[in-house]
């Protein structure tokens, strides 16, 4: 639920009132160099801890002492915690996530899989490691690795070398890591992930592809979901790659096909009857003022604005009405709304939440789609190959203005949302990410 007094924030069920960083732009992706970790994200800062609440029983009566002492002594409140260092990058693959051969690489990836689960598997590798360490764990770790990387070639040595730390990073690279060569965390978590469960995350993927026919084209964008990641695609190369906030586990983000129509600049944002229902109505009985310091209009069916202490909101018409929030600084989509038709009414958009892209989890929203950099997509689309020319500069300043813009293609952009926890791209390369939404249980079979 949203917090009392915040502005209301689009497809999300959670407090979002951090201040946010500036929006920079990406950088071109370029072609992959897995022995340098890539830029660390911002990381935000944890949140305070709270006071207990006081006691509101009173106490006996003590006795009156000659000197007596404070009435209140003050508590000295603990530190807040550091925030967890962020462990997943961005990938700078410049290979699309999805490709016209992903079903056939896939599928042939899963066969592989399959081959070393008969196998018997990979060890558990169970222990934290970093270069310098020696031993027989050492020598575990490289069969572990070994059994999906065909460079490593020496599994007995119990030495920790260069090699070593390549092949590290090389495993990070694909699972969507920081690439620092040390084995702790999100790393040796996904390490001691079992064979047979990579393999019914590849099967899993390829049995979703297998009715997915996209219309690629020389352009198109592509959402892989449990990437956390969109793709601007241009002659079958990665040209742009930004972190997204996709659904939640309760509010899964669709697996799709759409196409982008137009780009809105400053857009107003009409709220789902879901969150009429379930968010906005509880608040509004608690808080009458909500709407109005949000910046929501209550409209009725002839699009009449009507005064919101004028509706119960604890009866089910209260869900009737339409509800919009003006554009504006605080509009829950942000200064841009990527529009891209489609069943389930979602779309990608901006968000003033800025500061919640540099978080290692981000299955936040209720639906759509966030995307970090979302101007910079803006500026792509509107670069003059689908349609209106309209450079980064002139969006922003369009933004600035505060007036409403819709900027429409005359070449329509194709756009997949996918959900892919398992993949091979055209080269071979097999990566993974988390199956959040629980779709890999594939003959009983649940991801460990």
């Given at each position: 639920m949203l917090a009392t007094g915040a502005p209301l924030r689009a497809e999300t069920a959670t407090p979002e009132t951090a201040p946010a960083p500036a929006q920079s732009a990406p950088t071109p992706v370029a072609p992959p160099a897995p022995a340098a970790p890539p830029e660390p994200a911002p990381v935000t800062s944890a949140p305070p801890v709270s006071a207990a609440p006081q006691a509101t029983t009173p106490a006996p009566a003590a006795p009156q002492a000659t000197n007596p002492a404070p009435a209140h002594t003050a508590v000295k409140k603990p530190k807040p915690k550091p925030a967890p260092p962020r462990e997943t990058a961005l990938s700078d693959d410049p290979t699309p996530a999805l490709q016209p051969q992903t079903f056939f690489t896939t599928s042939k990836a899963a066969d592989h899989y399959r081959q070393i689960v008969d196998r018997g598997g990979w060890p558990k590798v169970g222990v934290s490691l970093r270069p310098g360490a020696k031993g027989s764990t050492v020598s575990t770790l490289r069969r572990r690795l070994a059994a999906e990387d065909e460079s490593l070639v020496d599994t007995a040595k119990e030495k920790w070398d260069a090699d070593l730390t390549a092949a590290v990073k090389r495993f990070q690279y694909r699972l969507g890591l920081k690439q620092t060569g040390v084995v702790a965390g999100a790393t040796l978590r996904e390490l001691d992930v079992p064979a047979e469960t990579r393999f019914h995350q590849l099967e899993s993927t390829a049995q979703r592809l297998t009715a997915f026919d996209f219309a690629f084209g020389p352009r198109y964008i592509v959402v892989n979901i449990p990437s956390t990641a969109v793709d601007a695609v241009e002659d079958d190369r990665v040209v742009r790659r930004y972190a997204a906030i996709v659904g939640d586990p309760e509010h899964h983000s669709p697996e799709l096909q759409a196409k982008v129509v137009a780009v809105n600049i400053n857009p107003?944002?009409?709220?789902?009857?879901?969150?009429?229902?379930?968010?906005?109505?509880?608040?509004?009985?608690?808080?009458?003022?909500?709407?109005?310091?949000?910046?929501?209009r209550v409209l009725n069916a002839q699009r009449e604005e009507v005064d919101p202490r004028s509706i119960n909101w604890a009866s089910e018409r209260a869900a009737q009405y339409t509800l919009r929030q003006d554009s504006g600084a605080d509009n829950s989509l942000g200064s841009i709304r990527i529009s891209m038709p489609n069943a389930h009414s979602v779309y990608m958009h901006d968000t003033p939440s800025r500061n919640l892209f540099a978080n290692d989890y981000r299955f936040l929203s209720h639906g759509c789609v966030r995307v970090q950099g979302v101007v910079d997509l803006a500026a792509w689309l509107l670069d003059g190959e689908s349609g209106p020319q309209m450079s980064k500069d002139e969006i922003n300043a369009k933004i600035a203005s505060g007036e409403r813009e819709e900027a429409r293609l005359t070449q329509h952009v194709p756009v997949a949302w996918v959900y892919m926890t398992g993949w091979a791209s055209a080269d071979g390369l097999v990566h993974f990410r988390d199956d959040v939404y629980h779709l890999d249980e594939v003959s009983g079979v649940a991801e460990q």
């Open positions: 107003t944002w009409t709220v789902p009857v879901s969150i009429i229902k379930n968010e906005i109505a509880p608040k509004m009985l608690k808080d009458p003022t909500y709407l109005q310091r949000s910046h929501i």
